[in-house]
Structures are given as structure tokens and as C-alpha cells.
């Protein structure tokens, strides 16, 4: 019995952990991946944020890698897309920026688990990543 009861806790711990979990966001180009990490608790602080990490589809890691964490989400308007675009702008201690302009998402999970999907354009530059209105493919899971 007491073997019963373990294995139900455990099984309830690993849904309540995978419950928990926030969905990340990975757009991919020609040239460049953008891919959202969260949680995370990095750089000294106390909270949980989000890591952007924009890279090179085919570059050196050390090299071709940007990271940040100052990004703002907003809605955009007509100047982005009209109604419904979702823009990310993201700056670094570097000098790097982007700004990401996509559609409103569309639900293609089953219901049980989120998987949306969205189109857009990027633009970026950091050291040797460069590029305006790149299109990129999303996917939120």
C-alpha cells in the first residue's frame, strides 16, 4: 500500500512540474533562429524572465549568438500589421536590437497541450547578425 501511495505522489509531482511550465517560442528564418528560454533565473535575479537568443542557422556559436533579456511585447498596430500583430522589441548591453512582428497565433494543438503557429518578419543586428524584414516561421509549444 505505502508503494501505491508513493507512486501516486510521484505522479502527481510530475504533473504539477510539467503543468507549470511556460510555453516557449522559437521563430526560424533563412538565416537566423530566434529562440525564447523561460523560465529563467540567470543574471542575478530573483525573478523568473525570458532569454531571448537570436543565432545564426549557420554560424559559430560564440560568434553568431546574441542574447537578451530586455524584450517588450506589445500589440501593433497599423504602422506593424494592424490589429492583432504581436511586436517583440529586444535591446542588449552590447548594442544589439531586434524587432519581431508577427501575426496573431493559431491554435493547431489538440487541446491538451499549446501549439500555435505564426508567420512574421524579423529584423536584428548584432556584431555579424544582420538583417531587415527577414521572414521567419513561429511556433509557440
Not at 532569454?51 to 537578451?68: I, Q
Not at 542588449?92 to 496573431?104: E, H, T
Request: charge should be negative; include cysteine.
Amino acid at each position: 500500500m505505502r508503494l501505491v501511495g508513493f507512486v501516486f505522489f510521484l505522479v502527481l509531482i510530475s504533473e504539477y512540474s510539467l503543468a507549470d511550465q511556460a510555453a516557449t517560442l522559437t521563430c526560424a528564418g533563412e538565416r537566423v533562429v530566434l529562440t525564447e528560454k523561460s523560465p529563467y533565473l540567470g543574471e542575478d535575479s530573483r525573478y523568473s524572465q525570458s532569454l531571448f537568443v537570436l543565432s545564426s542557422k549557420d554560424g559559430d556559436e560564440s560568434s553568431y549568438t546574441a542574447y537578451f533579456l530586455d524584450v517588450e511585447e506589445d500589440i501593433g498596430g497599423v504602422r506593424h500589421g494592424g490589429a492583432g500583430t504581436l511586436v517583440f522589441t529586444g535591446a542588449n548591453s552590447k548594442g544589439g536590437s531586434f524587432q519581431l512582428i508577427i501575426s496573431p497565433w493559431q491554435d493547431v494543438g489538440d487541446g491538451t497541450v499549446i501549439h500555435e503557429t505564426s508567420r512574421g518578419v524579423i529584423t536584428y543586428k548584432h556584431g555579424p547578425l544582420r538583417g531587415k524584414s527577414e521572414p521567419v516561421e513561429c511556433v509557440r509549444q
